[in-house]
């Protein structure tokens, strides 16, 4: 029964009956992705080093850099570790790009804002800074008449 179920999932899934261990062979296809990293570069050596060895691998699409920025923009059928591994083999220091762009500051946590980063950017804090659902109780109820110790102001 086992090897009738086999051999119909690899007629309708597309895979072939004939290999030597009866396993399915079903490979991850790989999605389009955009991966955005944060690479140090100071001169048009650097940067070309950098496009030269993104550019060569397989899968990618295209290349934008930034240098004053340090950002680096790459889309393709890539993983984004692979091309993370990739960058840093040059002997540059990489990182994923670590900013999101804002709209409203005042709404940022305090530990979002970095003098190193570009203009109408902040630093991503999701990861820095995790709200527990406590915390969200504990800020709602800061301003609330029913709380006691609550900041009152007139």
Known sequence: MGRALHYLSDLLLGGS?????????????KEFNTVELKVRMDCDGCELKVRNTLANMKG????????????????????????????QSTGKRAELWPYVPYTNPYVAP????????PPGHIRRVDAVMPVTPGQEERLATLF???????CAVM
């Open 17 to 29: 009956s004939s290999n030597s261990n009866n396993k399915p062979s079903h490979k991850k296809r």
């Open 60 to 87: 990618v699409q295209s290349v934008e850099i930034i240098r004053k920025q340090g950002k680096v923009t790459v889309q393709g059928m890539v993983d984004t570790q692979r091309v993370l591994r990739r960058v």
């Open 110 to 117: 305090p530990a979002a804002y970095d003098k190193r980063a």
């Open 144 to 150: 609330s008449d029913d709380n006691t110790n609550a």
